[in-house]
């Protein structure tokens, strides 16, 4: 059973275009939401994060949205560049518990 | 300050042999994960330890898979009779405690039984 899928697989942008993401949660209890950005060869390293409490949080060019109602959450990278070329994973976990549970993940290529 | 380190970066073996995979902690870092990532598939849950309580091992995938983690620092993943469907990258990351805080990885362990 996949707790988060995440999509599209993969994403081509050109330089200075918006990259979107999308994850969808089946699991009310989850109260986390990361999103990974993992580069060949390298762990994955946290890029920004949401709690529910809240429907929108921005942290520089990437933005994440939330919508609890539809349990779904979306990564906005705005004029993105090549350098943000990556795999890109959604993740949630449930208090008090803080194993995250992963989507399938989403290389962005973004062509200069 | 150092992350978290693993060791070794890549490890082939025979199908049916044991392994060894090592993860070192951020300094301080009372809680300790495992990941398995495979092609496709995104990051798979292992095991989770959180100080001295008893470890979660409800992503371990069969039996043949065990952690332990000594003196709260330095954990090791054995994999017994490796099978091919154990080639993967095996991820550790580490936290404080009370979460969840941020994860730090590691760059992994890539596996492939031969």
């Known amino acids: 059973q996949q707790q988060v899928k995440q999509s599209p697989q993969s994403l081509i942008v050109q330089k200075g275009g918006i990259s979107i993401i999308n994850c969808a949660y089946e699991?009310?209890?989850?109260?986390?939401f990361p999103w990974y950005q993992q580069f060949p060869g390298k762990g994955p390293a946290l890029l920004i994060a949401?709690?529910?409490?809240?429907s929108e949080k921005k942290e520089g060019r990437f933005t994440i949205s939330f919508n609890k109602s539809a349990k779904q959450f979306s990564l906005h990278i705005m004029d993105s560049q090549p350098g943000d070329s990556a795999t890109y994973f959604c993740?949630?976990?449930?208090?008090?518990?803080?194993?995250?549970?992963f989507g399938k993940g989403t290389k962005l290529t973004v062509n200069p | 300050g150092a992350g978290v380190s693993q060791s070794p970066s890549n490890k082939v073996t025979e199908k049916g042999k044991d392994v060894e995979l090592r993860c070192d902690p951020i300094?301080?870092?009372?809680?300790l994960y495992w990941y398995r990532q495979s092609l496709g598939q995104g990051l798979e849950f292992l095991i989770y330890f959180q100080g001295n309580s008893a470890p979660d091992k409800s992503g371990l995938p069969s039996d043949r898979f065990s952690a332990e983690r000594t003196g709260g620092s330095v954990s090791t993943l054995t994999i017994q009779r490796t099978q091919q469907e154990d080639s993967a990258v095996y991820l550790c990351?580490?936290?404080?405690?009370?979460?969840?805080?941020?994860?730090?990885f590691g760059p992994g362990t890539r596996l492939t039984v031969t």
């Open positions: 300094s301080g870092h009372t809680a």
């Open positions: 993740a949630a976990s449930q208090g008090g518990s803080e194993k995250l549970v």
């Open positions: 949401i709690r529910p409490d809240v």
């Open positions: 990351a580490s936290s404080r405690s009370g979460g969840p805080y941020e994860q730090y």
């Open positions: 699991n009310t209890a989850f109260d986390y």
